[in-house]
């Protein structure tokens, strides 16, 4: 390539003209790449970015979706508590079943990022247990996961940012204008399944009637239960408060 001495006159007939101007720096930025990491042989691959596209429909279509891997990965990656995730996830989806109507929930995408979002919460305690769910909320904004898209990973970011204390609506305003109301919808679902599990005990959740008229939610719980769970029931006041901001009123008994 250096007997040339611009890059228009490289006649190598495995090069196409329109590859010609960036073969030089392209070439350069190997050579580098192979002498700082010691690389010896590399292989080289026919597949490029619509194989890979490809490759990700057809697994969603014979329901083994890539993203369900890549969820997989993080949670060993971040040392999630896997028991936990789970106890929030099934609390969240039972939760959603019963509003999913009222609400116009019942889309396959909010069943799938409720139950994602359920197990990435907590990735941001590997980092630090101060603001975790912020941590969270990085990661999954800035880590390469495979099988989804910015907005998908912009979403599962809002929901891990959004799970715990006040809700924060300037990032909000940041999500698409059709995703903002499904996903503060997904996002006070969360919140209460990860307040129902707040003391991680191994007891099991009581059934739990969640009722939506609009932004007007009404929790049920069995007689006595929440007397007997003075933190839960503490949490729970401290949430309707939170929702306040938003203009949803929360109640319950």
């Not at 010609?20 to 970015?49: H, N, R, W």
């Not at 619509?50 to 990700?56: F, M």
Request: hydrophobic fraction near 40%.
């Amino acid at each position: 390539m250096l007997k040339f001495k611009h890059a228009d006159e490289i006649t190598l007939t495995s090069i196409k003209p329109e590859r010609k101007a960036v073969l030089a720096a392209g070439t350069a930025i190997m050579c580098a790449i192979f002498e700082s990491l010691d690389i010896e042989v590399m292989e080289y691959s026919d597949g490029a970015l619509r194989e890979g596209v490809l490759y990700d429909m057809a697994g969603r279509l014979r329901h083994e979706d890539v993203r369900e891997r890549t969820i997989g990965a993080l949670m060993k990656r971040y040392h999630v508590d896997a028991k936990h995730a789970s106890n929030v996830e099934t609390s969240a989806l039972f939760l959603l079943a019963q509003v999913k109507d009222s609400w116009e929930l019942n889309d396959d995408e909010f069943h799938d990022m409720l139950c994602w979002s359920a197990r990435t919460l907590e990735i941001g305690l590997d980092i630090s247990h101060n603001r975790y769910h912020r941590h969270s909320a990085y990661l999954l904004q800035n880590c390469d996961l495979p099988g989804f898209s910015n907005t998908e990973q912009l979403l599962l970011a809002f929901l891990a940012r959004s799970h715990r204390r006040k809700i924060p609506k300037e990032e909000l305003k940041l999500l698409p204008d059709n995703k903002q109301l499904p996903y503060i919808k997904l996002c006070i679902i969360l919140r209460i399944a990860v307040i129902l599990h707040r003391s991680r005990s191994k007891a099991r959740t009581p059934h739990i009637s969640f009722q939506v008229d609009g932004q007007k939610l009404s929790l049920s719980f069995p007689r006595e239960w929440l007397n007997h769970h003075p933190l839960t029931l503490a949490d729970l006041e401290t949430e309707a408060e939170h929702l306040k901001s938003l203009d949803y009123k929360l109640k319950f008994n």
